[in-house]
């Protein structure tokens, strides 16, 4: 049951946190009020490096979770 709450609040915080994450990326504007099409290709790339780490980390934790949950059925 513990890594089943665990893995429930891993996916509440991943969502809560993606929610956050777009909230603060308003583009922008130059003073004639244009969006730099740049600026943006380049918040892209460094939220999908972001998002890649998070989603490894999340892995990770999963897969750990599931082992220690084998383990101690095992015990």
């Keep these: 049951m513990l ?3 665990f893995l ?11 929610e956050f994450k777009f909230q603060h990326l308003a583009p922008e ?3 004639q009020g244009k969006v730099k099409v ?10 999908k490096k972001v ?3 998070r ?13 220690v949950f084998g383990i101690i059925l095992t015990i």
Aim: charged residues 20%.
């Design 8 to 18: 429930k609040n891993s996916v509440i915080f991943t969502i809560m946190s993606t």
């Design 55 to 67: 989603n490894l980390a999340l892995g990770f934790a999963a897969v750990s979770a599931v082992t």
């Design 29 to 31: 504007k130059t003073s």
């Design 3 to 5: 890594s089943f709450n």
């Design 38 to 47: 740049t600026d943006l290709i380049h918040r892209l790339n460094e939220e």
């Design 51 to 53: 998002e890649k780490k």
